[in-house]
């Protein structure tokens, strides 16, 4: 089946260090998306890359980096610069263009 | 830069009833989409309906209908004989041709038996 699969679903991480956050599709999109949802605040976005080895920032890039080095893969890193990383982190991808998101699971990142 | 108003952060309608979620949304752009997406619990990000603005038809599926008003920059959602299931956070969204994604904040919706 086609889809987005985003890994670990649960991710916890210790004060200074960097984590990454795993984005896999397979519905052959050429964008794909990060999003961080905080409650009370929608949808913010972090990155979004439209093309292999391409990518622009979002909203709230800082504290945050992503690679796109296969069409299929968008992997997020939240280093220790991101002062307040605890949200839910959701990935996306989409044809270029025209037409909906679709969204993996989701990972829920959490500070200890 | 566009954005994307919801101005109802919480709703509620009794089962079997009609609701309506409001959107409203700035451009400039005379072309771009428009998107309901539902999140359930568990957080999955469902898609519910969505509306191309170069069509003036409102997009229906099943239960959910929308009230796309271009001029006004409107983008309402009509659930009707709402159902249980149907509680969630529900997000406008628009798209730009070609670009990025901006979501409103939600509206969280009740149903009451």
């Known amino acids: 089946d086609g889809g987005i699969t985003q890994s670990p679903k649960y991710l916890f991480r210790k004060e200074g260090q960097n984590v990454t956050l795993s984005c896999e599709q397979n519905l052959n999109h050429d964008a794909m998306y990060w999003y961080r949802q905080d409650p009370g605040q929608g949808l913010r976005l972090i990155y979004y890359s439209q093309i292999v080895n391409d990518f622009q920032k979002g909203d709230i890039a800082e504290g945050y980096s992503v690679s796109r080095e296969k069409k299929e893969s968008f992997p997020l890193t939240v280093t220790s610069a991101q002062k307040n990383p605890t949200a839910f982190y959701l990935c996306?991808?989409?044809?270029f263009g025209q037409g909906e998101a679709f969204f993996g699971q989701g990972t829920r990142l959490t500070v200890v | 830069a566009q954005t994307v108003t919801q101005s109802q952060p919480e709703m509620s309608v009794q089962e079997a009833e009609t609701v309506t979620l409001s959107c409203t949304y700035d451009t400039s752009e005379s072309d771009y989409y428009l998107f309901w997406y539902k999140q359930p619990p568990s957080r999955q990000m469902i898609l519910v309906i969505r509306q191309e603005a170069y069509k003036q038809q409102n997009a229906t599926e099943n239960r959910f209908s929308v009230n796309f008003q271009k001029a006004a920059k409107s983008f309402s959602l009509k659930i009707s004989d709402s159902q249980l299931g149907d509680a969630a956070m529900y997000f406008c969204?628009?798209?730009?041709?070609?670009?990025?994604?901006?979501f409103g904040t939600g509206t969280s919706l009740t149903v009451i038996p």
């Open positions: 969204a628009y798209r730009r041709t070609g670009n990025q994604f901006y």
């Open positions: 996306a991808s989409s044809t």
